[in-house]
C-alpha cells in the first residue's frame, strides 16, 4: 500500500476496524451465553461487503452504498430526544450489565413491565432481556365504619327478637272470648256462695242470714255451713257462710230478722273479707273481678243505716291446657248507704246483697302457640331485619361514595 492512493488507504484501515469489531462481537456473545449471564447481544455491525477495490469507486474515490428499503407507514410519534452517539469499543470495554443499564436508562418507561405479583424480565432495546421491578397489588378498599356498625346492630336485634318470641313460644298464653250461654248446666241451676263478714259492734245471737229470689224462695236465719264467731270478748260477731242461690234475681241479708227479741239500736257496721261465686279461681295471667268487695269497710258509717250492695254476676269459664273446665263468676259492684223508715217509724237496718245474672259468659283459654307460627315468625324477623340492612347499608355506602368525591373536588 506504499504506493496506493488515499483513498485506498482509508478503504484498507475501515476494513480492518470492521474486522477487530466483529472480533469483538464475538468474543461478547460468547461471554453473555455463560450461565448467569443475561442472553443475547447487540446487533453486530454490518460487515465489510468486499475488498477495497469492490468498495471505492476508482474514479471518485467514495463509498458505494446500498439502496435503503422504503420506510413503513407509521402513526405520528412524539419525536424522541436525539441519542448520543454510540462507541462501540467502549461498550466492550464496559460489560453487558452497563450496556443494559445504559440502554433501559435510555429508553425509560416505554419498556414493559413485568406482570403483577413477582419480577420478570422483559425485552429490552436491541434483544436483551433484563430484570424489572415486581408491580404491588392495588391494595383492597378500608371497610367502611358505618356499614359494619349497621351489620352488628342487625345481628344484635335479630338475636333479640329471637329470643322474646322463644319465650313466647315456651309459655303459654290466655285468650278469652265472649258468648251467650249457660256455661255451667251440671250446676242443677244453682250458684255456690262464700261470705266472710264482720260486725264488731253486734252480738253473735242476733245475727242471722236470710235468703229470697223470685223463685219464691224466703228463708229466714239460715244456718247450713255457717258459722259465728264472738270478737272483742262477746261484742262483736264474724259471720262466715256456705250456701247456695239460684239463677235469678234475688238478694241475701245479713240482719237481726231471725233473733228472738229485736235490739233497740242495732249497729250495722262491718268489714266484708270475702264474698265470692261459684269455684275458686286463682290463675296468675287471669285478673279478674272474683272477689270484688274484698276489704269494704264500713266501721265510720252511721250504726243505724241500712247498706244496699247491687250485684251484676257474670259467669266465667277457665280451661286449662289439659281441658278441664272450671266454672266460677265475676261482678261489679254498687253501693248506697241509707236509714229506712215508714210510717210506722224507723225500719230495722240490714245488710243487703242484691243480685242479677249476665247472659253474656267470659271464657278464658289457656294455650301455647303452635310451632309453624313460631318457625314463621322466625322467618319474617331474620328476612325482614336483613332486608332492611341491606337498604341501609346501600344508602350509607352511597352517601360516603359522594362524600369522597366532594372531597376529592370530582362532583359539584
Given at each position: 500500500?506504499?504506493?496506493a492512493?488515499?483513498?485506498?488507504?482509508?478503504a484498507s484501515?475501515?476494513?480492518?476496524?470492521l474486522s477487530s469489531?466483529?472480533?469483538?462481537?464475538?468474543a461478547?456473545?460468547?461471554?453473555?451465553?455463560?450461565?448467569?449471564r443475561?442472553q443475547g447481544?447487540?446487533?453486530?455491525?454490518a460487515?465489510?461487503?468486499?475488498?477495497?477495490?469492490?468498495?471505492?469507486?476508482?474514479?471518485?474515490?467514495?463509498?458505494?452504498?446500498?439502496?435503503?428499503?422504503?420506510?413503513k407507514?407509521?402513526p405520528p410519534?412524539?419525536?424522541?430526544?436525539?441519542?448520543a452517539?454510540?462507541n462501540?469499543?467502549?461498550e466492550?470495554?464496559?460489560?453487558?450489565a452497563?450496556?443494559?443499564?445504559?440502554?433501559?436508562a435510555?429508553?425509560?418507561p416505554?419498556?414493559?413491565g413485568p406482570?403483577?405479583g413477582?419480577?420478570?424480565?422483559?425485552a429490552?432495546?436491541?434483544?436483551?432481556r433484563?430484570?424489572?421491578?415486581?408491580?404491588?397489588?392495588?391494595?383492597?378498599?378500608?371497610?367502611?365504619?358505618?356499614?359494619?356498625?349497621v351489620?352488628?346492630c342487625?345481628?344484635?336485634?335479630?338475636?333479640f327478637?329471637f329470643?322474646s318470641?322463644?319465650?313466647?313460644?315456651?309459655?303459654?298464653?290466655i285468650?278469652?272470648?265472649?258468648?251467650?250461654?249457660?256455661?255451667?248446666?251440671?250446676?242443677g241451676?244453682?250458684?255456690?256462695?262464700n261470705?266472710?263478714?264482720s260486725?264488731?259492734?253486734?252480738h253473735?245471737?242476733?245475727v242471722g242470714l236470710d235468703?229470697?229470689?223470685?223463685?219464691?224462695?224466703?228463708?229466714?236465719g239460715?244456718?247450713?255451713?255457717?258459722?259465728?264467731?264472738?270478737?272483742?270478748?262477746?261484742?262483736?260477731?264474724?259471720?262466715e257462710?256456705?250456701?247456695?242461690?239460684?239463677?235469678?234475681?234475688?238478694?241475701?241479708?245479713?240482719?237481726?230478722?231471725?233473733?228472738?227479741?229485736?235490739?233497740?239500736n242495732?249497729?250495722?257496721?262491718?268489714i266484708?273479707?270475702?264474698?265470692s261465686?261459684?269455684?275458686?279461681?286463682?290463675?296468675q295471667n287471669?285478673h279478674?273481678?272474683?272477689?270484688?268487695l274484698?276489704?269494704?269497710d264500713?266501721l265510720?258509717?252511721?250504726?243505724?243505716?241500712?247498706?244496699?250492695?247491687?250485684?251484676k254476676?257474670?259467669?266465667?269459664?277457665?280451661?286449662?291446657m289439659?281441658?278441664?273446665q272450671r266454672y266460677s263468676?265475676?261482678?261489679?259492684?254498687?253501693n248506697?248507704?241509707?236509714?229506712?223508715?215508714?210510717?210506722?217509724?224507723?225500719i230495722?237496718?240490714a245488710?243487703w246483697?242484691r243480685?242479677d245474672l249476665?247472659?253474656?259468659?267470659?271464657?278464658?283459654?289457656?294455650?301455647?302457640?303452635?310451632?309453624?307460627r313460631f318457625?314463621?315468625?322466625?322467618?319474617?324477623?331474620?328476612g325482614?331485619?336483613?332486608?332492611?340492612?341491606?337498604?341501609?347499608?346501600?344508602?350509607?355506602?352511597?352517601?360516603?361514595e359522594?362524600w369522597k368525591?366532594?372531597?376529592?373536588?370530582?362532583?359539584?
Open positions: 500500500w506504499g504506493d492512493s488515499p483513498a485506498k488507504q482509508r484501515s475501515y476494513c480492518n476496524s469489531n466483529k472480533k469483538t462481537q464475538k461478547f456473545q460468547k461471554k453473555a451465553k455463560e450461565p448467569g443475561h447481544a447487540h446487533p453486530a455491525p460487515p465489510c461487503a468486499g475488498s477495497a477495490a469492490s468498495r471505492f469507486s476508482a474514479a471518485a474515490g467514495r463509498p458505494l452504498r446500498a439502496p435503503r428499503p422504503a420506510p407507514a407509521q410519534q412524539a419525536s424522541p430526544a436525539p441519542a452517539a454510540r462501540p469499543a467502549a466492550a470495554a464496559a460489560g453487558p452497563a450496556q443494559w443499564a445504559e440502554r433501559c435510555a429508553a425509560g416505554s419498556l414493559p406482570a403483577a413477582g419480577s420478570e424480565a422483559r429490552g432495546p436491541g434483544g436483551r433484563g430484570p424489572q421491578p415486581a408491580r404491588r397489588p392495588p391494595a383492597p378498599p378500608a371497610p367502611c365504619p358505618l356499614t359494619s356498625g351489620s352488628v342487625c345481628c344484635l336485634f335479630i338475636l327478637l329470643l318470641e322463644l319465650t313466647g313460644f315456651i309459655a303459654t298464653e285468650v278469652n272470648e265472649l258468648y251467650v250461654d249457660d256455661p255451667d248446666k251440671d250446676s241451676g244453682k250458684i255456690e256462695v261470705l266472710n263478714i260486725l264488731p259492734n253486734l253473735c245471737e242476733l235468703i229470697q229470689d223470685e223463685m219464691g224462695r224466703h228463708e229466714v239460715h244456718i247450713d255451713n255457717s258459722m259465728k264467731i264472738p270478737l272483742n270478748n262477746g261484742d262483736g260477731c264474724r259471720f257462710g256456705h250456701f247456695s242461690i239460684n239463677k235469678v234475681p234475688g238478694n241475701f241479708h245479713v240482719s237481726t230478722h231471725s233473733a228472738t227479741a229485736q235490739p233497740q242495732p249497729d250495722m257496721t262491718h266484708i273479707h270475702k264474698l261465686f261459684g269455684d275458686k279461681l286463682q290463675v287471669v279478674g273481678a272474683f272477689n270484688a274484698e276489704g269494704a264500713k265510720s258509717s252511721n250504726p243505724l243505716a241500712s247498706h244496699d250492695y247491687i250485684l254476676i257474670v259467669p266465667t269459664v277457665y280451661e286449662d289439659s281441658g278441664k263468676y265475676q261482678y261489679t259492684v254498687a248506697k248507704e241509707y236509714v229506712a223508715y215508714s210510717h210506722t217509724g224507723r230495722i237496718p245488710i246483697f243480685y249476665s247472659p253474656i259468659t267470659v271464657k278464658y283459654t289457656e294455650r301455647r302457640q303452635p310451632l309453624y318457625i314463621t315468625s322466625i322467618c319474617a324477623i331474620i325482614g331485619t336483613f332486608t332492611v340492612a341491606g337498604i341501609l347499608d346501600s344508602c350509607i355506602f352511597t352517601a360516603s359522594a368525591k366532594i372531597q376529592l373536588g370530582k362532583m359539584q
